[in-house]
């Protein structure tokens, strides 16, 4: 899918969000999204969930 299509239809999930759920509820969708667009992003780009992990075990020490 090309990145026109992919920012028409998270617009459009916006809007139903916005319309149907409210502000609180754009606000949520809106995150979420974001959220999921950084974590494919990093998968794409060859990250691996052992690297979360590892991450998270660092901060421990």
Same mark, same amino acid.
């Given at each position: ?6 920012? =028409?239809?998270?617009? =459009?999930a ?6 149907? #759920? ?11 999204? #974001?959220?999921?667009?950084?974590? #494919?992003?990093?998968?794409g ?9 590892? =991450? ?6």
């Amino acid at each position: 899918m090309s990145a026109p299509f992919v920012g =028409m239809i998270a617009g =459009m999930a916006l809007a139903f969000a916005g319309y149907f #759920g409210g502000f609180g509820a754009f606000l949520l969708v809106a995150a979420l999204g #974001g959220a999921g667009w950084a974590a #494919g992003g990093w998968v794409g780009g060859g990250g691996r969930a052992q690297d979360v992990r590892e =991450m998270f075990e660092r901060s421990r020490r």
